[in-house]
């Protein structure tokens, strides 16, 4: 093996930190993942602990990197959007990293609505009126804990937090900010008419700089620390949904929609410039992506949790296991309204809440869990719709996250969006993802569309039943009323 000719890729997720060590192949020669805890309460409180998060980085890192601490030649990192963390003057945290999860800022977020100008927020910086963004957060901190907010020096995100761990700087990359809601998507730096309107000044925030960016070498220190060996460079790499695509081909070409299914999921098709919904709408999301591309589509809070809530609340079966039961089932017209985190979809937003609607006693677990499946991939279909609406085309869907690993759920998600659906055969695309950019950065490869051509590999196309999207279109059209419809009774219901 030739010397520094591995990359090790760590993604921090909201539910688990991923460590892996990859060869310019794309084969994983060695994988660790922790779950990282969540400090929660009836508040709506959902923080990581930010010490215990960069002590579980390093635990992973050092089991990861055994037998190779030598070999390494890059580390890049990704990690999950809306993290937000204010630091003291000494740097010291103020707060725990508040995550997606977190509802506690939808108390200010009707007088905030009231405040500012949204339409001109979602023309700088992509972002529809959110209650989950950081620049919400810090106006919240603002009106109901003054002291933190007075007290705020700095403010990172998840990924910023780390690479300050790690060097003592402050970087961050555009695709991972897109969603502050205080980077102005036009230009890739912090925005004034937002930082005004929050009085934080933009010296309060990590330098924005590329994905590929290379901050410089770990320090003797942070290399002891982690168990590393020689020089080893440090890369900013991509927000999590961002390496995900790449790890599953969105730098491969155009048109191609990107589906990634976690606790969380998205739906992004990469386009060479920022396109806006109607300022009025605002039903999707502009974030960066990478290498002179945008993102547009959307991300879903409630995705893979659903399964999960079913797991721990309700039916005690494994995630394996629920596929499964669900497989030669038909959900006989039930419907499951997944929004037990609220969504982002500004129609509905925070007050949405999880619903079944049609249930008959004839319906089991086995159709409730597929209406679940099914209620996720409508929404996805939802904002596939918005895309194509814009003039935005989808030439193939490709897949991936934990819901990928379920032949039942793609299908479904094949058979609602009308096209076939490629999943890749790497079980962990989002450290691929960051591998393809560590090993261009190597000069591996000349370029982004290379490595994606050499280390992105289909496993399997899932094609789309005529007569089941024939089903489908009409069971999607419902589901959009539904949503639509209820936004009165969530409104009431999230005042009772």
């Known amino acids: ?14 539910t688990n930190i991923k460590s892996g060590l990859i060869n310019k192949e794309g084969k994983i020669l060695s994988l660790v993942q922790r779950e990282v805890p969540l400090e929660k309460d009836n508040t709506g409180k959902a923080e990581h602990d930010p010490n215990k998060i960069f002590d579980i980085f390093v635990e992973v890192v050092r089991e990861t990197i055994k037998g190779f601490e030598d070999k390494i030649g890059l580390l890049i ?18 707060t725990g990293i508040i995550t997606l999860l977190d509802t506690r800022s939808r108390e200010i977020f009707d007088d905030l609505l009231k405040e500012v100008d949204f339409e001109e927020i979602y023309k700088r910086t992509g972002c529809p009126p959110f209650l989950y963004y950081p620049f919400v957060r810090i106006y919240w901190l603002k009106k109901r804990y003054n002291e933190i907010y007075k007290s705020a020096r700095y403010y990172l995100g998840s990924k910023s937090f780390l690479i300050y761990k790690l060097t003592g700087e402050f970087y961050t990359d555009p695709s991972i ?21 929050l009085q934080v000044e933009k010296d309060a925030l990590p330098k924005v700089v590329s994905g590929d960016t290379v901050i410089d070498k770990l320090p003797k220190e942070t290399l002891d620390l982690l168990g590393l060996k020689g020089e080893v460079l440090l890369a900013v790499g991509l927000y999590d949904g961002g390496a995900v695509g790449t790890g599953i081909g969105a730098l491969g070409g155009e048109g191609i929609g990107v589906v990634n299914i976690g606790t969380t999921a998205m739906f992004r098709v990469p386009f ?35 399964l999960k809530w079913f797991r721990d609340n309700i039916f005690n079966l494994n995630y394996i296991e629920q596929s499964q039961i669900v497989k030669n089932v038909n959900s006989e017209n039930l419907f499951f309204l997944p929004y037990l985190t609220g969504e982002r979809n500004p129609d509905i937003g925070s007050v949405a809440s999880g619903v079944i609607f049609g249930l008959r006693p004839h319906h089991t677990k086995a159709h409730i869990i597929r209406a679940g499946m099914e209620g996720v991939s409508f929404i996805i279909r939802m904002l596939y719709e918005t895309l194509k609406e814009l003039g935005v085309s989808v030439k193939e869907v490709r897949a991936g996250g934990g819901g990928a690993k379920s032949d039942t759920w793609m299908q479904i998600l094949a058979d609602i969006m009308g096209k ?10 989002a450290l691929l993802g960051s591998a393809i950019l560590g090993f261009k950065i190597l000069g591996e490869f000349s370029s982004y569309r290379e490595a994606t051509d050499k280390l992105v590999r289909i496993d399997k ?22 949503t639509n419809n209820l936004k009165e009774a969530f409104t009431l219901h999230s005042r009772l």
Not at 420 to 429: G, M
């Open 177 to 197: 900010d897109s969603s502050t809601q205080m980077l102005n998507i036009h230009n890739l730096d912090w925005d004034p008419y937002v930082l005004d309107f």
């Open 420 to 429: 076939p659906v490629a999943v890749v055969d790497s079980k962990e695309p």
């Open 272 to 306: 060479p410039k920022p396109i806006f919904d109607d300022s009025k709408k605002m039903r999707i999301q502009v974030p960066y992506f990478f290498n002179n591309h945008w993102f547009p589509g959307g991300g879903i809070n409630n995705a893979g949790i659903i």
């Open 77 to 94: 990192t990704s990690s999950y959007m809306f993290g937000l963390l204010p630091l003291d003057e000494k740097k010291n945290p103020l």
């Open 1 to 14: 093996m030739a010397e520094k000719e591995l990359v090790l890729s760590v993604d921090l997720g909201t």
């Open 461 to 482: 196309v899932y094609e789309p039943d005529p007569d089941r999207v024939s089903s489908y279109n009409k069971k999607f059209e419902f589901f959009a009323f539904l």
